[in-house]
């Protein structure tokens, strides 16, 4: 069985950074593609980032290209995403959930190929 347990949310001030991890079980992270997704309230869920399973190439949303950065750790089975110059609009919901091998589906918008997942952890910007 699949697990994912987020972690790292929380309130930050504008220009804020945070670390988000994303642990899993049941699989090996370079073994699947591992994207992260956000959701604000009344706002369609939003593709930010995906990590390729076989190289760790990744892949990211062009609002967040500059600002995070998404890596993990095989030997932890951990996938984390680092938040620098957070805004307000970066308020949402954050979850990482598991694809095919590759970015393919992440990159043409497939993104229901990435159907197990965690609950997410939240993240507030605000001052």
């Known amino acids: 069985q699949w697990h994912f347990v987020e972690s790292g949310g929380g309130l930050v001030q504008p220009g804020g950074s945070l670390k988000l991890s994303c642990t899993t079980s049941g699989f090996t992270v370079d073994s699947y593609a591992i994207a992260w997704f956000r959701q604000a309230p009344g706002k369609e869920r939003e593709a930010i980032s995906c990590?390729?399973?076989?190289?760790?190439?990744?892949l990211y949303e062009n609002s967040v290209r500059l600002r995070f950065t998404a890596s993990r750790d095989v030997a932890k089975n951990t996938v984390y995403l680092q938040m620098n110059s957070l805004t307000p609009e970066d308020t949402a919901v954050y979850y990482c959930?598991?694809?095919?091998?590759?970015?393919?589906?992440?990159?043409?918008?497939?993104?229901?190929?990435?159907?197990?997942r965690g609950q997410g952890t939240q993240v507030m910007v605000s001052s």
């Open positions: 959930a598991a694809g095919g091998p590759y970015c393919s589906d992440w990159l043409i918008g497939r993104y229901n190929a990435f159907d197990r």
């Open positions: 990590i390729s399973s076989n190289d760790g190439n990744t």
